[in-house]
């Protein structure tokens, strides 16, 4: 049965100007129809976005923003980006449609391809990815299912900045989450980041799955793969495919390499070193028939076989690109839509001739007929009488007083309500309930949802207020308490905001942050009280503003017992004034009695002494090694970690 029959889409006009076709495919974050674009009568692919993510204005923002970027590529290998924007709940971007398969369908159905093919593939793909690294866009998302194969053969590479994780709305699968994480690049898995070499490492493992059959790569769970991706080089073709020559080895292991700096710039430089590398194969090395391969035939890439590949319109073959447009008899619309009439019942007496076999009908039955026939009727005039119908007009975008206006010469009543919309005009409808071209009684109510213009709000003024009570007035307002950052002011008190980003009076989108600096209080160097009388000690630093800790627990210090053997922070440092200084308090020296090391050689000497725990510091007579006095002398005290001198001779 065809899914297309069941998707509310299908028939819509988007934007009074998109005809929504057919149904091309389902992704976790949008799908894709065939459409019309009836302004300028072309045929283009429309994907629309997930209710359950149209509702996020973050990830709508970054939506708008990305599909803005990838519209800047014009390139030849790029699937082009034509339009962007929403139809009430509907968030949508029209794009080029490509009439193909991917490169997914491709290594499906045949396998692991020849390197000329291979090659053939993956060069036009670098073409489009180097305008986009030249462009400042990296497209993180780069695998077979993005890469379009038009059944004239040209290669394309769709969802330029637009694919990111998407959270649990998204709905995706292990199976689809394999799919992906077979690309990343390790500082992706690791880090977070992408640049141009992400999208370089990608290619490398898509040549390699391209020349083999098979991914680097593989696991039950997307933790074993990502593991190995980490902690695994990615394999040499020629392992599984001994036909692949070794300059197609040294590309993938460049591509692929697991540092991004071993990887070359950016897909300009890597297509020029594809270009060289093809150079010096062979031709046998490049019509290899790799054994991975499914009754590969050597038909042209793109050609007849991979028109087929995805000539069936399943979902479950790529949910990224356009579908082309089936034809005949196989067109799914028309499969299901006629049904042949049931076998005639035979005659009772094996419908013989003479009317023998037929009954005349009784009178009992001719009066039952009447009687249901009357009630029919009756049914069908109060419906006409009571039950009469209309559609609703379709006056989206149109002024309020105008929309007003045709609805009532429909002779249906009017009721205004408002709502904010980013796109459409302030006074102008952007909804109606019901909605243009549903049925509705004559004398009902249509409600016109009127724009009130995009949403904004300002930043409120929280400066001099207390942190707290300056996040409660952001969130009153709709806005997000950002980074708060502290600093240091003579004028505001500690803990209360200084300024805002961005400043008040700002007008923003609801939800946005903003950031938020706090004073630390007003600057306070920390005076040197090491070496003072504890009391003394906490005198000073309370006259500078500071509060005081003193620890508990005394250490031995060459400070004399009871005076301040340590500070934290040190003097010089500068504080916040109401900050704590921590103080430990010296016990006195560790007073240790001296070892006597007289008539010992220098070498014994030193390990006795220092092994006490004393420094030790020799003097020399002529050349001797033997001790003949030391200070202090042997069975005196001394503070632990003090300077012994001995003389030798």
Known sequence: MDTTLKDPMVGRVLDRRYRVDARIAVGGMATVYRAMDTRLDRVLALK??????????????????????????????????????????YVYLAMEYVAGCTLRDVLRDRGALQPRAALDIVEPVLAALGAAHRAGLVHRDVKPENVLIGDDGRVKVADFGLVRAVDSQ????????????????????????????????????????????????????????????????????????????????????????????????????????????????????????????????????????????GADGGEARTSVIPRPVLSGATEPLNATTRLAPPPRAPEPGGGGGGGRGRRRPRPWMLLSGAALLLVLLGVGIWYINSGQFTKTPAVLDKPQAEAAKVVEDAGLDVRVTRDYSQRVKRGRVIDTKPEPGERIRHTGTVTL????????????????????????????????????????????????????????????????????????????????VVGDDEGAARDELRDAGLKVKVRGKRVFSKEDEGTVARQSPADGAVAAEGDTVTLTVSKGPDMVEVPDVEDKSEDEARRTLEGAGFKVKARRIFFGDTVFNQSPGGGDEAPRGSEITVWLR
């Not at 599909?67 to 790029?78: E, F, G, I, P, Q």
Request: proline share 9%.
């Open 48 to 89: 629309v976005m997930h209710p359950s993510l149209s509702t996020d204005e973050a990830f709508v923002g970054r939506f708008i923003r990305e599909a803005k970027s990838a519209a800047r590529l014009s390139h030849t290998n790029v699937v082009g980006v034509y339009d962007q924007g929403t139809d009430g709940t």
């Open 449 to 528: 949802v009127v724009s009130r213009g995009p949403e904004i709000v300002k930043v409120p003024d929280v400066k001099r207020r207390p942190l707290a009570k300056a996040r409660e007035a952001l969130k009153g307002a709709g806005l997000e308490p950002g980074v708060v950052k502290r600093r240091f002011s003579e004028d505001v008190p500690s803990g209360s905001v200084i300024t805002t980003d961005p400043t008040p009076g700002t007008e923003r989108s609801p939800g946005s942050a903003v950031a938020l600096s706090v004073s630390k209080g007003a600057p306070v160097e920390v005076p040197d």
């Open 170 to 309: 998204s709905g995706v699968t292990t199976d689809s989450i394999l799919g992906t994480v077979s690309y990343l690049a390790p500082e992706q898995i690791e880090h977070g980041t992408a640049d141009t070499r992400a999208d370089l490492y990608a290619c490398g493992v898509m040549l390699h799955e391209m020349l083999t059959g098979a991914k680097p790569h593989s696991g039950g769970t997307p933790a074993q793969v990502l593991y190995q991706h980490l902690h695994e080089d990615v394999p040499a073709p020629s392992a599984l495919a001994p036909g692949v020559g070794q300059p197609l080895d040294a590309l993938v292991a460049r591509a692929a390499a697991r540092h991004p700096e071993q990887r070359p710039a950016d897909a300009v430089a890597l297509l020029s070193e594809t270009r060289a590398a093809r150079g010096l194969l062979t031709e046998a090395e490049l019509d290899a028939v790799p054994p991975a391969a499914k009754g590969a035939t050597g038909s042209p890439v793109g050609g007849p076989e991979a028109g087929a590949a």
